[in-house]
């Protein structure tokens, strides 16, 4: 798996859709999921959520679909930090099944840690340790082969692979 | 709301997160379920997919986040054809909280038509019917303002609009 290895997930029934094969959308909860899996690893987890009201939130995010995924698949994904600054992460997700070596997706996700207060969010600077972790990550996955496609600006002009 | 009005769904509650908002990813769920309505708009319906074995197979995702949404909203959905040749679609998704004026999110897609055969699927012409609908909603779309912001390379160094 491209990344380092962060959540693997099985394939829920009702992820299906008509066509027979994981929606488009659920790659995206698959995503979502791992970022919760980042966030453990890094130091923002409930713990820490509840302590200090400091949270993620996403700005943006890109997927690839790239190969199908079955109900019987489960999936692995991997992430790399392909940068950071003092409150924003730009990660970067593999998503892949079990057993294969090519990526199934690639996401890439801009997250901001806010701090929640009531209806509000402020944008906050990590905590260090927090900052020292994310520079661990960054490091080790900087040493990695690297990823599938990444986010980009979408035209139909633009040559491109087709499955 | 931007767009042409193309679906509007209710926020179910397994969609909010421990921030108490609807998870980034169910923001895809509700952009996939937009582009089944727009592939029943458009005569890809599933008496379609049932005759032809002819469906749309989802390339790219990319997605703005701008508002959050809540347990008690609803939210309505516009789509603009950005683009589309013999076999590709490029739709843009605007995803508002009913009762209000700005995007919540703003949501690309790269879709392409294929025809499922067993196991594999191969890239396929739409129908003339199908062109014909596609070229009447793209050309409503563009006589609409523009929209918000759309699919791009992302990166730490661009100065960003932060929540």
């Given at each position: 798996m491209a990344g380092i290895p962060i959540y693997s997930s099985?394939?829920?029934?009702?992820?299906?859709?008509?066509?027979?094969?994981?929606?488009?959308?659920?790659?995206?909860?698959?995503?979502?999921?791992?970022?919760?899996?980042?966030m453990d690893?890094?130091?923002?987890?409930?713990?820490?959520?509840a302590r200090t009201a400091g949270t993620l939130y996403t700005l943006e995010m890109h997927i690839h679909f790239l190969r199908e995924v079955k109900q019987t698949d489960t999936v692995e994904v991997g992430v790399r930090i392909l940068g950071f600054d003092h409150k924003r992460i730009h990660a970067a997700f593999e998503i892949t099944r079990a057993g294969t070596a090519e990526a199934a997706a690639t996401v890439e996700m801009m997250l901001l840690h806010v701090r929640q207060e009531g209806?509000?969010?402020?944008?906050a600077p990590f905590p260090p340790e927090v900052s020292a972790n994310l520079a661990q990550l960054a490091a080790a996955g900087a040493a990695l082969p690297p990823g599938g496609p990444g986010s980009r600006r979408m035209e139909l002009t633009a040559k491109r692979a087709t499955p």
């Open positions: 099985a394939i829920r029934p009702e992820w299906i859709d008509y066509n027979g094969h994981l929606r488009d959308a659920y790659y995206a909860v698959i995503a979502s999921e791992a970022t919760d899996a980042l690893r890094l130091g923002l987890d409930a713990a820490y959520r209806e509000r969010a402020a944008s």
